[in-house]
């Protein structure tokens, strides 16, 4: 029964178009890069692996499960970490299935990649990132639960002596008018029982209770407000154990001997042991692992190690983008014939610093093998299959008997999307390193998370544009001078003739109408580890092109709004987020004395935002951000609260990002540790913000990341109004402060 319902389900009827399909050309690429890299680390469909049916519970596809008191589980193929995919899955079948919204519940699936594997992927792994949750759900889910629901009600007929056609579905209750009715739970069991449907139909737009029902509250919102709901760091099991990790001070730098005798002495300590990745100390609990940690000696084998400091290697980033790009992204046209004909010429450079993803809560992972043989992991899977093999090839046991427990996890922004398996794969290897003899939680601290590496990277911009007599943007370059992400890595398939599309992702695609453009990319050679972060090469492409396009605007005498409009097909999506966001903001009104209102627009994961920022000044320099009004077009919005809740937290934390944040080197090593000097936004300085969600027929895109790209030059545009001031170099901090 079920591959036959996997097959109807797994790939949508259509595709999203290809403008719209661009979700990945960073965080995680469509295409033959994605999946050359992956056919590589993904596992087989591992039947071990996938989500145990809850008890009780009777399967009609590997993504509903019915019990008999009516509960319905959806067996998510996204995993949860504060995005709300769940929720917004949750909707998908809810609504074709007419369920009630209060039996609903979505747990982790994993193991099964014809079923889970990520279509917006190309269906070669399963993973969550991108902003694809609902990109890869929005048929399968709908069709999912159209499917349960005509089982249920081949079910009531069959009991009933009726034709299927007369049973009404609504709320989790089966009727019929001679009035017969019972939950879905009353026939669930010989529902699951039935041939699958290979054809079901959907329910018209027209029909939705759920999908865009702009007042539907989360089903887990209860859970989350009143501290139930579980994370990975909540996990207890029989005899577990805690162990903290002791990794190098320096990147690429290796054990090279240590002294654990006083550690052990510690009482709680159960055992010190070496990882590939470094140390690790083991307690009965995390106090005695940590005090343990304080205790152990290690010299390290620094020979390999990145020893250059910030200073030094914006120094030779500087150098660099002065020369000619080492590859070239666009190419369009002639821009430098251009400059030599233009009225006036326009330039200037960006520098961005390393930004660490400071989810609330830090890495962490558990591992357990069973007596069968068979190895248990919870934790984030944001990458499940790959994380599978990485960690059955550790324990030295085929991917099939990896068993992962998908959990809720407080935060990723990227950070839990890695090649290598990071702290599962080290999970494992201190497991192993005890024998196996006890379950393992391994837990970083937030110093660990800040200082061990993966960061957003760091780079360097430089942009020059040319006008005509009218006013007319004629020439663009733009030369960007950073790590990549892909390189060396299993997408190293991604980059082609040089380009990591990571880097230029939202500066080789500008929406603009300029007839001479090229964008350049030299990617650098630095044993800082990177790794994509919430929207991934928009978070510096978008701020340099916005900021700079004002500074252009500027010098053509044009007002920036219409400036964007004038290069902008008129009924196109950029342009009518744009009026949408200016109209919603007042644009042509006058503001109070002291305020201050800048703009931007930004394309990331087939969705486009803009936004307009409202500053005030202190008088002495600062700033503060007062208001920020966005404008959205992210396809249809299956929860339009989500989406609201989703731009707002992008702009706060973009906000962070711009104002504050920066992971610096001092020869090599992190400065940063803690909250204390990596400063995310206070809660005081978050401004008032205002959606608005452009209503739209069009199949779902990313929503999670595509607030954060615009709020940077939108507060950098007005900044520069209220105080006459260019801020070209990240955080503004350091440039408000020079």
């Known amino acids: 029964m079920l591959p036959k319902l996997m097959q109807s389900l797994t790939l949508p009827a259509a595709r999203v178009e290809a403008s719209r399909r661009q979700f990945l050309i960073g965080a995680l690429a469509t295409g033959t890069g994605l999946a050359i890299g992956f056919h590589l680390l993904s596992a087989s469909p591992a039947a071990a692996s996938e989500t145990a049916t809850p008890s009780g519970a009777h399967a009609f596809s590997p993504y509903v499960t019915i019990d008999g008191d009516g509960k319905v589980t959806v067996l998510s193929s996204q995993f949860e970490m ?41 269906g070669a792994m399963q993973g969550t990132g991108g902003s694809t949750s609902m990109v890869t759900s929005w048929e399968r889910y709908r069709k999912a639960g159209a499917a349960a629901r005509a089982m ?18 609504e709320n989790g209750l089966l009727a019929h008018p001679s009035g017969k009715s019972g939950g879905f739970g009353v026939f669930a069991a010989k529902a699951a029982t039935l041939p699958v449907p290979v054809e079901v139909k959907l329910k018209q737009p027209s029909d939705w ?40 001070p320096l990147f690429g730098a290796k054990v090279k001997s240590f002294d654990a005798s006083a550690a052990r002495a510690i009482k709680g300590v159960v055992d010190v042991v070496e990882t590939p990745r470094g140390i690790a100390v083991v307690g009965e609990h995390m106090w005695a692992a940590i005090k343990g940690r304080e205790a152990v000696t290690v010299e390290w084998d620094e020979t390999g190690a990145e020893k250059r400091g910030t200073q030094q290697l914006m120094s030779i980033y500087r150098d660099l983008v002065k020369k000619p790009p080492a590859a070239v992204a666009r190419n369009d046209g002639d821009a430098e014939a251009e400059f030599a004909k233009a009225a006036r010429v326009i330039e200037a450079s960006f520098e961005f610093p390393y930004l660490a993803h400071a989810a609330m809560e830090p890495l962490n992972a558990v591992a357990r093998m ?56 080290e999970a494992v290897h201190v497991a192993k390193a005890l024998g196996f003899r006890a379950p393992v939680k391994l837990q970083w601290t937030r110093d660990d998370d800040m200082r061990g590496g993966r960061y957003r990277p760091a780079y360097v911009h430089s942009l020059k544009a040319g006008i ?42 500008l929406p603009y109408a300029i007839p001479n453009q090229t964008v350049g990319l030299t990617s ?19 701020f340099a092109a916005e900021t700079f396009l004002d500074e252009v605007a500027e010098a053509a005498g044009r007002d920036p709004v219409e400036f964007r409009l004038s290069m902008l097909e008129p009924d196109s999506r950029h342009a009518t987020v744009l009026k949408l966001a200016a109209e919603k903001a007042g644009w042509q009104k006058p503001l109070p004395e002291g305020r201050f209102r800048g703009v931007a627009i930004a394309e990331s994961f087939g969705s486009v935002v803009a936004e307009i920022a409202e500053v005030s000044t202190d008088g002495n320099g600062q700033i503060k951000v007062e208001r920020v009004v966005a404008a959205v077009d992210c396809g249809l919005a299956v929860n339009p609260d989500q989406v609201r809740a989703q731009v ?7 906000l962070s990002a711009i104002l504050g944040e920066e992971i610096s080197l001092t020869d090599g090593q992190v400065d940063q540790g803690n909250f204390d000097l990596y400063t995310p936004l206070r809660i005081d300085a978050m401004p008032a913000v205002e959606v608005h969600i452009v209503a739209s027929a069009n199949p779902p895109s990313g929503i999670g990341e595509p607030g954060v790209p615009p709020i940077g030059p939108a507060v950098a545009n007005a900044a520069y109004k209220a105080l006459g001031k260019r801020i070209r170099v990240m955080p503004f ?6």
């Open 152 to 169: 249920l009600v081949a079910a009531a007929a069959s009991e009933w002596g009726v034709e299927a056609a007369e049973i009404t579905v």
């Open 524 to 542: 650098t050679e630095v044993g800082v580890p990177v790794l994509w972060w919430r929207s991934v090469g928009s978070t510096h492409t978008a």
């Open 468 to 509: 005509d007599d009218g006013g007319k943007l004629v020439a663009w370059t733009d030369h960007i001078v950073g790590q990549s992400i892909v390189a060396k890595t299993a997408f190293e398939g991604m980059v082609k003739n040089g380009v990591d599309p990571t880097s230029v992702e939202g500066a080789n695609n």
């Open 648 to 654: 707002e937290g992008g702009i706060g934390f973009g």
């Open 370 to 425: 069973n007596d069968d043989g068979t190895l248990e992991i919870w934790g984030g899977h944001q990458f499940t299959d790959v994380y599978q093999k990485l960690a059955g090839d550790v324990a030295g046991i085929a991917a099939e008997k990896v068993r992962l427990h998908v959990m809720k996890t407080g935060g990723s922004f990227g950070r839990r999307a890695v090649f290598d398996g990071d702290v599962v794969v």
């Open 733 to 738: 901090a350091k440039s408000l402060n020079a």
């Open 82 to 122: 504060g995005q709300g995919s769940y929720n917004g899955i949750a909707t998908l079948v809810a609504e074709e299935l007419d369920a009630d919204w209060s039996a609903i519940d979505v747990k982790g699936a994993a193991g099964n990649l014809q079923a889970y594997g990520n279509i917006a992927f190309g």
């Open 209 to 248: 209770k759920l999908i865009g029902n702009a007042d539907l509250k989360r089903f887990d919102s209860a859970r989350k407000a009143n501290g139930t709901e579980q994370y990975t760091i909540d996990v207890k099991l029989p005899g577990l154990l805690t162990a903290v990790m002791i990794h190098p």
